[in-house]
Structure formats: C-alpha cells, structure tokens
C-alpha cells in the first residue's frame, strides 16, 4: 500500500544531499577517491524521495498522537548511545553542552514510541502460507 502526496522538493534536496555525502564518506572510508567515481545524484533519488516519504508519515504520526519523547527517554538514549565510547560521562557532557546536539537522540527516541504505538495497536493473526509467497517470489 502506498501514500501519494506532494513532496516539499527541500526535504528531498536535503535527504539527497545526506546520501551524497554519507556515500562519499564510506567511498573515502574505503580508500577510494569519490572524484574518481561518477556519482550522479538522480541514482539515489528515489531512495531520498521514500526515506523522506517515510519521515513525513512518521512525523505526522507522532505529532497526531503525541508520542514525543520525554526528556527521560532522551536522556536514557544518550545514556545508551554514550556506552560505545571510553568516557561515557563526558559524551553526554557534551550531549547536552548544546541543545541541538539531542535531536538525534529525541528523534530515535519518538520513532521508538511510534513504533511502541503502532505495535500495541496492532492485531496479529497466524496464517499459513508458502515460503515463495512470504517471500514474494514471482
């Protein structure tokens, strides 16, 4: 099932351009030099028209139903996200040196409780099928 709905062509230009240069990150990360390949934007556009598609409903979702996080699950996502470094402490120090520096973390935190709603409205029914048809082999 699909939605069709105006695009703003900011946000797509935006997720676009985040592609672009997380692709030139990995291309360098791996040792190649991205000017050496040929990295036409319309390659990853519709992947930035979905993944913004795909924020846009999620968006709408958390502000329909109010399933912002709350300072607590901000801060345990940190929290969380801090574990991965050798001085815990101080990257949440930094975290909160700034307020702009929580958005990932309140964003990860809101897609958690939407996901939460979503599955807690969710009715699940066991049905049989053929592995091919799950799979959606033709």
Do not use: C
């Amino acid at each position: 099932m699909g939605f069709d709905f105006e695009l703003p062509r900011a946000l797509v230009g935006a997720e676009l351009n985040r592609v672009m240069e997380a692709t030139e990150k990995d291309f360098k990360e791996r040792g190649v030099e991205p000017s050496s390949v040929n990295l036409d934007p319309a390659m990853f556009e519709a992947q930035a028209k979905r993944t913004t598609k795909l924020r846009l409903v999620l968006n709408a979702l958390i502000n329909t139903n109010n399933l912002h996080a709350s300072e607590d699950q901000v801060r345990a996502k940190i929290e969380q996200m801090a574990q991965a470094f050798d001085d815990p402490a101080e990257v949440v120090t930094w975290y909160y040196a700034e307020d702009n520096r929580l958005d990932e973390a309140r964003a990860l935190a809101s897609e958690e409780n939407a996901v939460n709603w979503v599955l807690s409205a969710a009715k699940l029914t066991d049905k049989k099928m053929k592995f091919d048809d799950l799979m959606g082999d033709e």
